[in-house]
């Protein structure tokens, strides 16, 4: 008998990754977001959905242009259905921006990918002495935990891997899938009925041996993920991971490129409850040939994506229960280098916010002219993560405890944006 997996996988192929990640430590955080099954599955719950924009975008090109300078580039701005102007490449997002709201001035020090996605994602720099969890891990314990009736993972990641949990533990990792559904990274093929159980049996000796002479929480906590992998396969919600099972024309209105599917698939997870999703549409470092990127691939992949995704969640009534958040690790230099690219650039760049309860149709913050200095409040990583906190639900002011006991703020020093509250 074949049970719903991601993509059409039957049982027995699912089983047969479990099986061979078995004995790797990446199946540990391979399947750590199994324990985030403790959830309760309502028709009000929230939900946040992370475009993340792998890179670096030149937001100066897309949500704040700056036509009067020389460093404006060739795109011209548009109005919008909201109270500001974007890019003229973006004219179906332009229609439901009444919706999303702009951030356009966050600033930070980190124009260095990996430190600023790791600070985008966590709300804190890097530190060698301890691992800060994404806000996806969070939101998978705050509010994954309290949905009795979920049983698929409570933070899956659409396309990209956002990192450990860190002191959040193995419980709240994210779960990787592609645009498709299907599990990132899995060699599932060679394995018959007889070796998986066999290898099943192995593993469940290794681990009681090791729970039996008390080696830590690990084992146990690997015993119980594992327990729950295996329930997870007869989980009638398997099937919100089957995006081709969708119409063909709400698949085309997405678009069929990774990025659309992906939206696509964060739709339908959120529908049956998962209470963040990430999104990532990488490729957006852009150090040459900006403009005829832009125009030819990014923002008509971002334009349908964004717009049906607005669109689908208000016609299903879930856009006010539905946090989105479109953002990458930082913005892109003001001035245009000599190759018509732009470079890292931290220091003023824009997020966009929207769904949830939040106000839409605003212009937050700004920057100068020539968008090299902001010229009204700076904000931090922190103080988007503590506006999504505050519009699903979770007090701001949550602490956790790291491995060696040190008390941890959830959004660091983050307040939520009060012009969107």
């Not at 329930?231 to 990774?258: H, I, K, R």
């Not at 103080?383 to 941890?408: C, E, F, K």
Request: with cysteine.
């Amino acid at each position: 008998m074949s049970i719903p997996t991601p993509n059409g996988m039957n049982r027995r192929h699912f089983m047969r990754h479990l099986a061979t990640s078995a004995a790797t430590v990446p199946a540990l955080q391979f399947l750590s977001h199994l324990e985030a099954n403790e959830a309760k599955v309502r028709s009000n719950q929230k939900s946040c959905i992370l475009m993340w924009m792998g890179g670096g975008p030149p937001t100066i090109d897309i949500w704040d242009l700056k036509p009067n300078s020389t460093n404006g580039g060739e795109f011209k701005p548009i109005s919008t259905a909201g109270d500001f102007q974007i890019t003229e490449a973006l004219p179906e997002t332009a229609k439901i921006m009444d919706n999303l709201s702009i951030v356009r001035s966050m600033s930070t020090r980190e124009a260095d990918h990996n430190r600023g996605r790791y600070y985008l994602h966590t709300s804190y720099v890097p530190n060698p002495t301890v691992i800060h969890p994404p806000f996806g891990s969070v939101v998978s314990k705050e509010l994954g935990e309290n949905r009795k009736d979920l049983t698929i993972p409570a933070f899956v990641a659409v396309g990209g891997s956002p990192g450990s949990p860190g002191y959040l533990g193995m419980s709240n990792s994210p779960f990787a899938v592609d645009s498709n559904g299907r599990i990132r990274n899995a060699n599932m093929e060679g394995l018959n009925p007889q070796q998986m159980a066999s290898r099943l049996s192995m593993l469940k000796a290794v681990e009681t041996q090791f729970i039996d002479s008390n080696r830590g929480q690990m084992p146990k906590d690997h015993q119980a993920i594992y327990r729950k992998a295996l329930s997870l396969l007869y989980s009638d919600q398997m099937t919100a991971f089957e995006v081709s099972q969708e119409p063909p024309e709400v698949q085309e209105a997405y678009g069929q490129n990774n990025f659309g599917r992906g939206l696509l698939l964060a739709r339908r997870l959120a529908e049956c409850g998962v209470p963040f999703i990430e999104v990532d549409m990488g490729g957006w470092d852009l150090h040459q040939n900006v403009f005829t990127t832009l125009r030819d691939r990014h923002l008509p992949t971002v334009d349908k994506a964004m717009s049906a995704l607005v669109n689908d969640l208000k016609d299903r009534g879930m856009l006010d229960n539905t946090v989105l958040v479109w953002m990458g690790e930082f913005g892109r230099t003001p001035r245009i280098n000599q190759n018509t690219g732009r470079d890292h650039w931290a220091r003023s760049w824009s997020v966009v916010i929207g769904g949830g309860g939040l106000k839409g149709g605003i212009a937050v913050g700004a920057t100068d002219n020539d968008g090299i200095e902001v010229i009204d409040k700076a904000y931090q990583p922190g103080d988007i993560w503590a506006t999504v906190a505050h519009a699903l639900g979770i007090p701001v002011n949550t602490q956790y405890r790291s491995a060696n006991g040190r008390p941890m703020k959830m959004v660091n020093a983050g307040e939520p944006i009060a012009d969107l509250i």
